[in-house]
């Protein structure tokens, strides 16, 4: 399995490559969001149906504006998300017309978080967009926390994995709908 430093991923990731991550609790899949081939390979690779929809993660707000219909969200709404940003929260926003089914499932709304773990930040950069991002493992199983088990579970179905450190949190991040405030997941 190629193993690459988090500036290195945005050849691997324009060219519709799946990649494995250390995030704040777990190992992380991603790919670049814009692709539906990249997408449906990583839901291949995870055995996860695409109904349920994926997380975007980013190293800014910025890198998530295109994908967020921010016409649908207050700013009080807002500001709720940017007082636990960048952090280990994933907000449920709802999504811009034009985002793919992929990434949103059969919803109408897109989950994304800007992260505070340092090579998830270094991995957006160097992209210069959000990533797709869902645990580093087969629907069902638990999620990878060392680079033994991406390698055991996902072993050659990905194209490389990030190298690095996990961060500090013990739980996937908390999941928030923006504008009723219900958690989905408690982190």
Not at 122 to 136: D, F, I, R
Request: charged share 15%.
């Amino acid at each position: 399995m190629l193993q690459v430093t988090p500036s290195q991923i945005s050849g691997i990731i324009e060219s519709g490559g799946v990649v494995a991550y250390p995030t704040e609790a777990v190992y992380g899949l991603g790919c670049d969001p814009d692709n539906d081939t990249a997408i449906q390979k990583l839901l291949a690779v995870k055995q996860r149906p695409w109904e349920k929809g994926l997380i975007l993660i980013a190293s800014s707000f910025d890198q998530l504006k295109p994908y967020i219909d921010l016409s649908r969200v207050t700013e009080a709404q807002l500001q709720a998300a940017f007082d636990k940003w960048p952090g280990p929260f994933t907000f449920v926003i709802p999504a811009k017309a034009d985002v793919s089914p992929m990434l949103r499932g059969c919803f109408d709304t897109i989950a994304v978080r800007v992260s505070a773990h340092q090579d998830v930040r270094a991995m957006c950069y160097a992209c210069q967009k959000p990533l797709v991002s869902t645990s580093a493992n087969l629907a069902g199983e638990q999620p990878a926390l060392t680079l033994a088990e991406v390698q055991t579970q996902l072993g050659d179905k990905i194209d490389a994995v990030v190298l690095g450190a996990l961060g500090q949190s013990c739980q996937p991040s908390t999941i928030i709908d923006i504008q009723t405030g219900h958690i989905f997941r408690q982190g």
